[in-house]
């Protein structure tokens, strides 16, 4: 049995529009540059061919695998969560004992992750370690540049 794939309603919503556009608009793109490609003769020497047979085998693979996640989510509503602990979904805000500095974290699916906008997944080392712990708990989590030190000081869901 496949395992499921945990994910927000914004990381599903999200694999549903990529999921949309590869089959709308890069599937038949590609299907057209293959064809156009394949009217310049030889196929043997045609760089322009390679490059769309190339670009239409990394679609197909992409479909594949989102309809795979997609079959297998586990969408998981931050709201319904009834916790003082973190789990997934959580907003969770640390006090950085070296730095003297807040950060807030998302904790959410592998394929939603995008650090630049506060989102981590759940599998990454500062996600595992955050999950199960509670307000006010110390957390020691060993990143590239050492050991660092955080206080929970806030964990909403939303």
């Excluded at 919503?13 to 057209?32: T, Y």
């Excluded at 974290?105 to 990454?124: C, F, P, Q, W």
């Amino acid at each position: 049995m496949s395992q499921s794939v945990p994910m927000t309603e914004e990381g599903y919503r999200s694999l549903q529009d990529e999921l949309k556009h590869l089959i709308r608009v890069e599937r038949p793109k590609v299907v057209q540059d293959i064809a156009e490609a394949r009217s310049h003769g030889d196929l043997s020497e045609n760089a322009e061919y390679d490059a769309a047979k190339n670009r239409q085998g990394f679609i197909e693979g992409r479909i594949k695998e989102l309809n795979d996640k997609i079959a297998r989510a586990e969408v998981i509503k931050p709201g319904d969560v009834v916790t003082d602990k973190i789990v997934f979904g959580a907003s969770v805000t640390l006090f950085d004992v070296d730095t003297d500095s807040e950060v807030t974290y998302k904790i959410v699916g592998e394929d939603e992750a995008d650090l630049k906008h506060g989102k981590i997944s759940v599998t990454s080392p500062v996600g595992r370690a955050l999950i199960g712990h509670r307000l006010d708990d110390e957390v020691r989590i060993k990143v590239p540049s050492g050991l660092k030190i955080y206080e929970v000081v806030n964990i909403a869901y939303m």
